[in-house]
Each structure stands twice: as structure tokens, then as C-alpha cells.
């Protein structure tokens, strides 16, 4: 199986800060990488999906960069509603893994 | 409104079986392959299965092959998880989400939406 991990596990920041967390693959994914957003007692939510390319209807404060094994989220302003956790997914091979989670916390 | 309502979570002793539902509306249900990924309390996300627009593929996760087992009947936009020999580690809310594409094999693919889960809780 290919191992997803992000780095931080955990993170605390301000309203207005620039905001980046990486994840890394155990092998090549290529692009076939996707970012979520998760808020508590929530459902998952798309952000990013192929690495870069930004979901409908997601605020453009959200960016995504990287391929082969090593992936970057980035949010150039966070906001208050940003607050919450991130997973990175790779959807190169099954089984379709995730990340641990990264939390964004105040 | 693209809407997925999962149900028939609950309490179940370890070695027993569940059968979970999910019910689609707001799209085409049999344009799309769907799946179910699973999230143990206060940890991350697992995907656990998926099939395609037919059930002509499935995949599961290592951890639920030979016990859990996914389904769908597009005449009632309905898509169901079997889940036989229940462990206390299978203790998770459980989502069911759509894919990008028709089929589970297809690369790039994207989970969206996510319905808002059924808690299955596996203990003696």
C-alpha cells in the first residue's frame, strides 16, 4: 500500500496568515492527489484534486502544487472558517489512502 | 441538491453482522461509481470500498476483504455495505461518497460528495 504522510500533525496559526502543509507518498503518485477539508461533525469536503486543480465553488485562498511524491496545500489568508483539518488522499492505486490529518487550530 | 443519507448504524457484539445504506438523490445514481470510507473516533479517514456504476468492479481494503461486502441497485439509487464478522477495530463512523467517474478502475479520480455518515459501534 502506498503510505501518505503529512507534516504537521498539528498546527496553530492566526486569521490572515499564510498557511502550508506538506504531504508526502512512499512512492510516485504521479498528480492523482487530492486535498479535503474536514470540520468537526462534518463530512469531508473536497478542496484540490490531480495536485492543482481547484474544486468548484472552493475560495481561490487555496492552492495546491507538487507531483511524483512530495505534495504541498497552501492557503494564502486564512480565514476563520478555515479552521479545521486537512487530508491529503492519493487515488494512483488502490487501496485509495489519506493522509493522517493535519489540524489548523487558532 | 446532490444529497447521500447513510443508515442502519448501531451497537452490534463482536462476530455479528450490519448492513449499511445509502441513499442517493439529486444526480443520476447510476452514472457514477460510489464508496465507502470509514473514520474510527477521533482518528483519520480509511477508505474501505468501492464499485462501479454496474458492480461490474469492486475493491476493498485489505482490513474488510472476505467480510465486508459492497453493493448497489440503481433502481433505488441505493448503495449498501454488507459487514460480516464484525471486529471492535471496525468501530467507526462510517460515509458513503460519490466518485468522479462511472468506474472504480479509472485513475484521477475524486470523492465528492460525502454523505454525513452512520456510526457503527462494534463492542461486547
Known amino acids: 500500500d502506498i503510505q501518505m504522510t503529512q507534516s504537521p500533525s498539528s498546527l496553530s496559526a492566526s486569521v490572515g496568515d499564510r498557511v502550508t502543509i506538506t504531504c508526502r507518498a512512499s512512492?510516485?503518485?504521479?498528480?492523482?492527489l487530492n486535498w479535503y477539508q474536514q470540520k468537526p461533525g462534518k463530512a469531508p469536503k473536497l478542496l484540490i484534486y490531480?495536485?492543482?486543480s481547484l474544486q468548484s465553488g472552493v475560495p481561490s485562498g487555496f492552492s495546491g502544487s507538487g507531483s511524483g511524491t512530495d505534495f504541498t496545500l497552501t492557503i494564502s489568508s486564512l480565514q476563520p472558517e478555515d479552521f479545521a483539518s486537512y487530508y491529503c488522499?492519493?487515488?494512483?492505486?488502490?487501496?485509495?489512502?489519506f493522509g493522517q490529518g493535519t489540524r489548523v487550530e487558532i | 441538491e446532490v444529497q447521500l443519507v447513510e443508515s442502519g448504524g448501531g451497537l452490534v457484539e463482536p462476530g455479528r453482522s450490519l448492513r449499511l445504506s445509502c441513499a442517493a438523490s439529486?444526480?443520476?445514481?447510476?452514472?457514477?461509481?460510489m464508496h465507502w470510507v470509514r473514520q474510527a473516533p477521533g482518528k483519520g479517514l480509511e477508505w474501505v470500498s468501492g464499485?462501479?456504476?454496474?458492480?461490474?468492479?469492486?475493491a476493498y481494503a485489505d482490513s474488510v476483504e472476505g467480510r465486508f461486502t459492497i453493493s448497489r441497485d440503481n433502481a433505488k439509487n441505493s448503495l449498501y455495505l454488507q459487514m460480516n464478522s464484525l471486529r471492535v477495530e471496525d468501530t467507526a463512523l462510517y460515509y458513503c461518497?460519490?466518485?468522479?467517474?462511472?468506474?472504480?478502475?479509472?485513475?484521477?479520480?475524486?470523492?465528492?460528495?460525502w454523505g454525513q455518515g452512520t456510526l457503527v459501534t462494534v463492542s461486547s
Open positions: 461518497a460519490r466518485d468522479r467517474w462511472a468506474t472504480v478502475t479509472k485513475l484521477s479520480k475524486w470523492f465528492d460528495p
Open positions: 512512492q510516485s503518485i504521479s498528480r492523482y
Open positions: 488522499q492519493q487515488t494512483y492505486i488502490t487501496p485509495w489512502t
Open positions: 490531480d495536485a492543482s
Open positions: 439529486g444526480f443520476t445514481f447510476d452514472d457514477y461509481a
Open positions: 464499485i462501479s456504476w454496474n458492480s461490474g468492479n469492486t
